[in-house]
């Protein structure tokens, strides 16, 4: 056989085989599942519960082992703490605390902060009040009452969370996406949400 054809199969198949060691079906369907992955997924339609009328977002934790003043004296340490950090206004403080009935409760007022870069701060003030109910092993965490002050350092602009984040404002019409305008809102609302009850079940493991 004539040594040029010989070579020119030889490179055709390095060509061939460069080709397929680019396109691996696991990064193929890794690429795909990316894609088709919506980062939006957690916050879309029924992220945001209304109950007779009100955003309010509710969740039992349990405490397994641990008596309701247990849990108390625990969750008390832990919103004392949040009272007092740097994002909070002279406004938050305790509004409830019984002990001998396992309630307590806490309104906050704190900066709840959408981008912070070189020249661009975007934040609102959130409002919102915490309540706790506990029992033997399970403590009944709720946040509701929520609303917001957004530029407030030039156009202040007061709104309630159910004008503001519930699945008909806080969402485009397809339901896929966040709303452009008001989407900033709700993302940052359920984040701030799910990491206080995250950190409140890590507590009472």
Same mark, same amino acid.
């Given at each position: 056989m004539n040594l040029k054809y010989i070579f020119a199969a030889l490179a055709l198949s390095v060509l061939s085989s460069g %080709?397929? %060691?680019?396109?691996?079906t696991w990064e193929m369907a890794e690429s795909t599942e990316? $894609?088709? =992955?919506n980062p939006d997924q957690k916050y879309l339609a029924g992220a945001v519960p209304v109950?007779?009328?009100k955003v309010t977002f509710t969740q039992h934790i349990p %405490?397994? /082992? =641990?008596?309701a003043r247990q849990i108390y004296d625990i969750l008390h340490k832990q919103i004392a703490?949040? @009272?007092k950090e740097k994002n909070q206004f002279e406004q938050s403080r305790f509004?409830?605390? =019984?002990p001998e009935t396992g309630e307590l409760a806490a309104y906050f007022q704190e900066w709840l902060v959408f981008k912070n870069k070189p020249l661009v701060l975007d *934040? &609102? *003030?959130l409002m919102f009040n915490l309540t706790v109910i506990c029992t033997d092993g399970n403590a009944e965490v709720t946040i509701n009452r929520i609303h917001y002050l957004y530029d407030e350092e030039r156009t202040p602009l007061a709104y309630r969370a159910e004008e503001l984040i519930t699945d008909e404002y806080g969402l485009k019409k397809n339901k896929q996406? @966040?709303? *452009? $305008? &008001? /989407? =900033?809102f709700r993302r940052k609302t359920i984040d701030r949400k799910d990491y206080i009850f995250q950190k409140f079940a890590e507590l009472l493991k």
């Open positions: %080709a397929m %060691a680019q396109d691996n990316q $894609t088709q =992955k109950v007779d009328g %405490a397994p /082992g =641990k008596s703490g949040m @009272l509004i409830m605390e =019984k *934040r &609102t *003030r996406n @966040l709303s *452009r $305008t &008001t /989407g =900033k």
